[in-house]
């Protein structure tokens, strides 16, 4: 089955195209416009079709609380308060004209995650060409409304969520006039072992929602997403960092530049290798065939002589009778002198075997 797909600023996204690659930039700007601009050039020269931002301010996603409820309890963040990551990983809604417009000057998509309906009013301001709705708020049916209401595409990441919640999200979005649809199989762990992640689902949810499929990815290095594209994901989303040594929220997790450029260079390469369905002898092995076996004399065989498995054998190279016709041509007679070394033919042999 083929599925129709999605456009975002002209770029068309689907099974029949190469895998769409967005670079997350999160909180690895580390507070600074400066290296949010060298994140984005790096990704276009890495060879990243778009660039995502995440919209929210730490008073959008919480309240600055110090009771137990809003400590992070484990992970990679132990022990902070919400208030406060929030605080240092948004990227300041002052920033984003400017980062959009670099977006433009340089020539790669920007399109950012609002965490909640301010942050997509915002972004309309700005002409966001898609949205996308991360795993943590696909519960929120009114935001979902709220994006989908906007008429521009959307991709949604599926972390944590059950296959009812998906059916749910799916549901709000497209009765609330989303025409244009990917999601995106995740894991929220930061990071995510590969064994957690479980790809053959992506199969299972492009029949279930015939949607296209694609792979928020969380894991160390570049082996999953270049999985995840063999198994059919159209969109790869992964975090980008200048040097993981840097710092930042997410840098753990995220790729350096010539990681990032082996991701892309990685996953185009096995959409390519996935092709069509066929037996049809390739181009490249075309020039192969005369290596296969066939039917030779391996010593000479005067006229008359009976061919026997001491004068004819399958050997290489392929310029003879195929190696399946040997027993049929054992006990026939030589219609002609064969010398050692020639490929084998019906005209070398009389049509009736000895008696």
């Known amino acids: 089955m083929s599925y129709a797909g999605l456009s975002i600023a002209g770029r068309r996204i689907g099974d029949d195209l190469p895998p769409y690659m967005i670079a997350e930039l999160s909180g ?121 209401s906007t008429g521009k595409p959307i991709i949604m990441s599926t972390g944590m969520a059950s296959l009812g919640e998906m059916e749910e999200a799916v549901g709000w979005a ?78 753990a997790f995220s790729l350096e530049p010539q990681e990032l450029e082996n991701l892309v260079n990685n996953c185009r390469l096995a959409w390519e290798a996935l092709g069509r369905v066929s037996y049809d002898i390739a181009s490249s092995e075309a020039s192969s065939l005369v290596f296969r076996r066939s039917l030779y004399a391996v010593r000479d065989i005067n006229a008359g002589d009976v061919v026997t498995e001491e004068n004819v054998r399958a050997i290489r190279p392929g310029y003879g009778l195929a190696p399946k016709y040997l027993h049929d041509v054992l006990g026939m007679a030589a219609a002609r002198t064969i010398p050692r070394g020639t490929p084998l033919k019906w005209a070398d042999l009389n049509s009736s075997q000895t008696s």
């Open 28 to 148: 690895n700007h580390n507070g600074k416009i400066e290296r949010a601009f060298a994140l984005m050039e790096m990704a276009k020269q890495r060879g990243a079709d778009a660039v995502k931002l995440q919209t929210y301010t730490a008073d959008t996603m919480t309240i600055d609380h110090q009771g137990p409820d809003f400590h992070i309890k484990g992970g990679l963040w132990n022990g902070r308060s919400l208030y406060e990551l929030y605080q240092e990983a948004q990227t300041p809604w002052e920033w984003h004209r400017d980062l959009f417009a670099k977006g433009r000057d340089i020539g790669i998509t920007v399109f950012s995650t609002p965490f909640d309906r301010s942050a997509v009013d915002f972004l309309e301001q700005l002409d966001a060409p898609a949205y996308k709705i991360a795993s943590f708020e696909l519960i929120d049916r009114a935001l979902i409304e709220h994006v989908a």
């Open 174 to 251: 497209r009765n609330a006039g989303c025409r244009e649809l990917a999601l995106l199989h995740c894991v929220s762990g930061y990071p995510t072992a590969p064994s957690d992640s479980n790809l053959r689902t992506i199969g299972h949810m492009r029949a279930m929602f015939d949607a296209t499929i694609g792979l928020s990815d969380h894991t160390l290095g570049i082996g999953v997403s270049v999985a995840a594209v063999a198994l059919g994901a159209a969109l790869i989303e992964k975090h980008v960092t200048l040097a993981r040594s840097d710092g930042g929220p997410d840098a």
